[in-house]
T-cell receptor, first 114, second 111 residues
Framework: ETGVTQSPTHLIKTRGQQVTLRCSSQ?????VSWYQQALGQGPQFIFQYYREEENGRGNFPPRFSGLQFPNYSSELNVNALELDDSALYLC?????????????FGPGTRLLVL | SQQGEEDPQALSIQEGENATMNCSYK?????LQWYRQNSGRGLVHLIL?????REKHSGRLRVTLDTSKKSSSLLITASRAADTASYFC???????????FGRGTSLIVHP
């Protein structure tokens, strides 16, 4: 157990809808990163939040957005869902957003877009 | 494009045997990390090796890094059925702190 939790565990949405995924970071960690993992692929970096500010972004369109709250928990929002958004969404927390610290992953949210 | 690529894509061995997985990458790195993932769940961090290190051990795990060949290997000794999982390497490309994952090696250990 890493202490990182995600909700919900599974979700089914329809194309065009919006979804919000949630992540609670490990105690003492101020950085949360979000990843998308399609079936049979490795995780792809979406973005990272460090002390409530976006601290880096991968190659994802603006309809992927996020928030980090004062308690360092985080949300991932995806608007105008597309079929290709179906994936496992992982969040990971770390002590600092400098890449030198180990990331601790949550169990993921599996999203299916129909 | 993938920064890190694992090889082989799949590996099937008997319990007690050693399992070796390789990771190749394209650009210079600060560090390389290996992760394990069971059945599409969250990733578990195994080992981080920095660019100035050549070898690290953790229990039955041994990781080597050859920066001249831009490659790393993960050796699991005396494998167990519980080692069945997908294994990923993640690299940070040059000055970026963003880890880039490969597609992973699927390891099956038969009891």
């Amino acid at each position: 157990e890493t202490g990182v939790t995600q909700s919900p565990t599974h979700l089914i949405k329809t194309r065009g809808q919006q979804v919000t995924l949630r992540c609670s970071s490990q105690s003492g960690h101020n950085t949360v990163s979000w990843y998308q993992q399609a079936l049979g692929q490795g995780p792809q970096f979406i973005f990272q939040y460090y002390r409530e500010e976006e601290n880096g972004r991968g190659n994802f369109p603006p309809r992927f957005s996020g928030l980090q709250f004062p308690n360092y928990s985080s949300e991932l929002n995806v608007n105008a869902l597309e079929l290709d958004d179906s994936a496992l969404y992982l969040c990971a927390s770390s002590l600092n957003g400098d890449g030198k610290e180990t990331q601790y992953f949550g169990p993921g949210t599996r999203l299916l877009v129909l | 494009s993938q920064q890190g690529e694992e090889d082989p894509q799949a590996l099937s061995i008997q319990e007690g045997e050693n399992a070796t997985m390789n990771c190749s990458y394209k650009t210079s790195i600060n560090n390389l990390q290996w992760y394990r993932q069971n059945s599409g769940r969250g990733l578990v961090h195994l080992i981080l090796i920095r660019s100035n290190e050549r070898e690290k051990h953790s229990g039955r795990l041994r990781v080597t890094l050859d920066t001249s060949k831009k490659s790393s290997s993960l050796l699991i000794t005396a494998s167990r059925a519980a080692d069945t999982a997908s294994y990923f390497c993640a690299t940070d490309a040059g000055g970026s702190y963003i880890p880039t994952f490969g597609r992973g090696t699927s390891l099956i250990v038969h009891p």
